[in-house]
């Protein structure tokens, strides 16, 4: 723990005793100091919340918000530091034992006092036993009403195991099997969160399965269900899409298995989008037609409109649902075409068109064309190399001339003649038949005056 949290830390104790307050620190930042993680985050529930946090917040003159107003659940977040927070909350029920009994899930369900907090005297409040589920790697839920009391928590307790990678408990499964419908009661936004931060764990195959077995898969995007694919394969649809992602995670592991060119810097980017690639690995079959020989008509949902209207439902936002969208409509190009052109140096201007259309979401629409298609993986490789190590560095060079060069060259006014020289002009230097400024003024008015 930094020092700086420390003296907060301790004269939030000091104000707190001066008040007469008891003051607990709960929750995921008792949880995360078990398992030896940072925290960033400090939670504390207390009798007299708003007045101790406002209190604090003003003697050292600190930002705070209130997150809550609720009466009888007021909480407030103080910010500390740039991403580190206190929020306190208003202490549920008439005890710390009450209060964390109507707690989520068992390894949430810890208190200590701050005092025993700072002076590592690790006496900790423990009703629903969480810490014999910490040791055995188990996300339990507290009791029989914690999910209908909040059903997104159904959906929180496959994030929690996925983050953590822990095991739901059987009861906690039966139970959110029973009442998976309750999840559609839950605000869009909120399951936005949890459902990116799951499909954002580093191996998301055994939990998503684990969603689909419960139902709660099903009640959040039915979808999934109805599609054409799904009907005509029935179990074996599940089964072929479960063992899609299996192979997502393994690539997502070790990438340089599949692309050894790939660079940690390259994959890095790769990674940043792990959960739209997963999203769309999951969607991918929801239209059934799909528009693969040239730009959609349909701009407002890509071509894609039961994808694009699924994301929308779930609160994606639009540069999101463009990339998810862009990355299955790219992928399914890739696999009508089985990515031939690639393997052909003849081929390089379709090469360079696929490349140039596809954009930021080359990347991805290539690891959603390989899995089940391992067979494509060496021409995928090429394209990828094509794009970061050809495209991207004349992109980034900003081209031999630029519009400005045109115009004062050749008295031009801004037009569309302009676009369309660049368009040439970019295409002849990626692939290597542009290489100095005078070239590529000599093509310009070849352009301008065919004659």
């Known amino acids: 723990m930094p020092n700086q949290i420390k003296k907060y830390l301790r004269d939030l104790l000091e104000i707190s005793g001066a008040m007469g307050i008891d003051l607990y620190i709960v929750g995921g930042t008792l949880r995360d100091h078990l398992l030896q993680r940072e925290s960033t985050d400090y939670d504390f529930s207390l009798k007299g919340a708003e007045s101790l946090s406002t209190q604090f917040a003003r003697n050292y ?3 705070f918000v209130t997150l809550d107003k609720t009466p009888g659940r007021e909480t407030t977040r103080v910010v500390i530091q740039n991403r580190i927070y206190f929020d306190f909350t208003e202490m549920q029920g008439e005890s710390i034992e009450e209060d964390l009994l109507m707690r989520d899930f068992t390894l ?7 005092q025993n907090f700072l002076s590592g005297l690790w006496e900790i409040i423990d009703p629903a036993n969480g810490q014999k589920d910490i040791n055995q790697r188990i996300i339990r839920m507290v009791s029989d009403s914690s999910f209908p009391n909040d059903p997104l928590r159904m959906l929180r307790s496959f994030r929690f195991a996925g983050s953590l990678h822990f095991l739901i408990a059987n009861e906690t499964l039966n139970q959110i099997e029973c009442l998976n419908l309750e999840i559609l009661k839950v605000a869009p936004e909120r399951i936005h969160y949890e459902l990116t931060q799951l499909f954002n764990s580093d191996h998301l195959f055994p939990y998503l399965k684990s969603l689909g077995q419960t139902g709660l898969l099903g009640s ?5 269900l109805k599609c054409p694919a799904s009907s005509r394969q029935d179990e074996s649809f599940w089964e072929t899409s479960l063992q899609s992602h299996k192979f997502m995670d393994q690539f997502l592991s070790f990438p340089k298995k599949f692309f050894p060119t790939l660079s940690q810097e390259r994959f890095q980017s790769i990674w940043e989008h792990r959960s739209l690639i997963r999203l769309a690995l999951l969607l991918q079959d929801l239209d059934e037609e799909v528009n693969v020989l040239g730009p959609s008509p349909d701009k407002k949902n890509h071509g894609l409109p039961e994808t694009c209207s699924v994301l929308r439902r779930l609160r994606f936002s639009n540069s999101d649902t463009v990339h998810i969208a862009k ?3 790219f992928q399914k190009k890739a696999l009508a075409t089985q990515l031939k052109f690639a393997m052909n140096p003849a081929q390089g201007a379709e090469t360079y068109r696929f490349v140039k259309e596809a954009g930021n979401e080359l990347p991805s629409s290539l690891i959603l064309t390989c899995v089940g298609n391992s067979r494509l993986l060496s021409a995928a490789g090429r394209i990828l190399d094509f794009f970061y190590d050809r495209y991207l560095t004349v992109k980034k060079s900003g081209g031999l001339i630029n519009g400005d060069d045109l115009m004062q060259k050749f008295k031009l006014s ?6 369309k020289i660049l368009d040439q002009l970019e295409e002849g230097q ?7 400024p005078q070239e590529a003024e000599e093509i310009a008015l070849g352009i301008i005056d065919p004659k």
Request: aromatic share 0%; proline share 13%.
């Open 61 to 63: 003159h600190l930002p």
């Open 108 to 114: 949430n369900a810890m208190g200590i006092t701050l």
């Open 220 to 224: 959040l995007v039915p979808e999934i």
């Open 327 to 329: 990355t299955i409509c």
């Open 414 to 419: 801004p037009g569309p003649m302009i676009g």
């Open 430 to 436: 990626v692939l290597g038949t542009i290489k100095t």
